[in-house]
């Protein structure tokens, strides 16, 4: 409980984004749009792991912690993932994951 | 109803129902743009919760520079008023199935579990000097060796990135 609000609604919250997250991950053809889904998905893993920090052990600061090393994971990803998303445009011409089967060799 | 659940209350709405939209939306900017209110509501969570710290990190980083690198590459690889073709109901049923009978399993999970119910105090703000030393500290709760390495990972990341996206020469 924080303050009146308890820490099952912040959990829930967080399920409901995560979820959001994996139907988005399966229903999306665009490569862009999936990496949206990704993010949320690590979103809501972050409001998880802070929730727990505040609520369960105040006097810690792990799950902090945890939140900015993913954040800091999330951005490296992003980056690396627009790089290639960029790169197969030009060779391809467009993102559709379906119609990506080919690899350099 | 106390001003925190109120405020709760508003964030949360703004999360679920906005990110139901951005992957549910057709048009892939609007897309976006659903994206970067549901990480600024995630953002006034941590406020919430009085994590100041980390909530500056996610506005800063997440709402201003992931989401501007996302709304790039989406002008870079596609027109703004393209819209997505609809995805064919063999993918969505299966799909939302999947991800309701997951949320229906967690969330049931979660209520059956009693969690202490002690208030937590309105406690005083996280110390920046805290985090900082926390950070740097090689002792029991301290975070010099994750630091290093995810400075390693941005380096490689940052490298990587370059040499994908550069142009060939043939």
Known sequence: ?105 | MTPNQLMFAIFSAVIIIFSILTVTSRRILRSATFLLFVLVATGGMYFLLRFNYLAAIQLTLYAGGIVVLIIFSILLTSHIAEKLEKPEMKKVIPAFLAAAAGAVITIATILQHTFPMEAVSMSERTNIRAIAKSLISTEKYGYALPFEVISILLLAAMVGAIILAKKRKD
């Open chain 1, 1 to 105: 409980m924080f303050e009146g609000v308890p820490l099952t609604w912040f959990l829930i919250t967080g399920t409901i984004m995560f979820f959001v997250g994996i139907y988005g991950f399966l229903v999306r053809k665009n490569l862009i749009t999936i990496l949206m889904s990704t993010e949320l998905i690590l979103n809501s893993v972050n409001i998880n792991f802070v929730a727990f920090n505040k609520i369960l052990y105040p006097d810690h600061l792990e799950g902090m912690f945890f939140s900015l090393f993913i954040i800091a994971v999330a951005a490296a990803e992003a980056s690396v993932a627009i790089a290639i998303i960029i790169n197969i445009y030009r060779r391809l011409v467009n993102i559709d994951v379906e119609k990506m089967d080919e690899m350099k060799y």
